[in-house]
């Protein structure tokens, strides 16, 4: 599995589907902890972590409430239900990335940290190309901000 990072494309109709129940039954709550805080670790020393708080309090409390996502979108407890006021969480979650400007840049640097603790994750190689599928649909669906095709990068 490569990981691929295909391209988010302005005005797209993306389909998603959400992770298989799997990745989180072969890692159980804390494994699910323990991957996404070494994710967001990650974030907080990559080239995308002036979007994120810089205290690291607050970055702390990021990281909890992201874990909570991933798990309750990976099939575990709906611990997250509480964050979303009663809305959609697909919605809900495109809604917050529209806080920030996000090219496809900063998606594929937030993907490439993601590709980096999956790669070092030891459990089957199709649950994680399952679980990258989403990664790689959805976040789509956080970039809001695209270069004209003209422009110089
Ligand atoms: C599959 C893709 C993604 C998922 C599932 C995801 C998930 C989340 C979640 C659960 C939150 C916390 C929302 C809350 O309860 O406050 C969040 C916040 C955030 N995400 Fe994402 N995200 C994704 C992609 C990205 C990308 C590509 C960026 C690029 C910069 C990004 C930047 C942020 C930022 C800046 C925040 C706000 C942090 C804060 O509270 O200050 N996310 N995201």
Same mark, same amino acid.
């Not at 989403?134 to 669906?141: A, G, I, P």
């Given at each position: !599995? /490569?990981?691929?990072? @295909? %391209? ?14 799997? =990745? ?7 494994? !699910?902890?323990?991957? !996404?805080?070494? =994710? ?5 020393? /990559? ?11 607050? =970055?702390?409390? #990021?990281?909890?409430?992201? @874990? ?9 407890? /709906? ?13 809900? !979650? ?18 490439? @940290? =993601?590709?980096? #603790? ?9 649950? %994680? ?5 989403? $990664?790689?649909?959805? /976040?789509? $669906? @956080? ?11």
């Amino acid at each position: !599995m /490569s990981y691929e990072i @295909t %391209k988010a494309i302005q005005g797209e109709d993306v389909k998603f589907k959400n992770p298989d129940p799997a =990745f989180y039954e072969a890692l159980g709550y804390d494994g !699910m902890q323990e991957l !996404m805080y070494k =994710f967001y670790d990650r974030i907080y020393e /990559s080239n995308i972590a002036h979007f994120f708080p810089q205290d690291p309090e607050e =970055f702390e409390e #990021v990281k909890k409430k992201n @874990t909570k996502f991933f798990i309750q979108i990976c099939g575990g407890p /709906s611990i997250y239900d509480e964050e979303m006021k009663g809305k959609d969480l697909d919605q809900y !979650m495109i809604d917050i990335h529209k806080n920030f400007s996000i090219y496809e840049k900063s998606r594929d640097e937030w993907l490439g @940290t =993601f590709r980096e #603790v999956l790669m070092e994750l030891d459990i089957d190689q199709n649950i %994680k190309d399952d679980f990258w599928q989403y $990664l790689d649909k959805f /976040s789509k $669906l @956080t970039v809001n901000r695209y270069l004209k095709e003209s422009a110089y990068v």
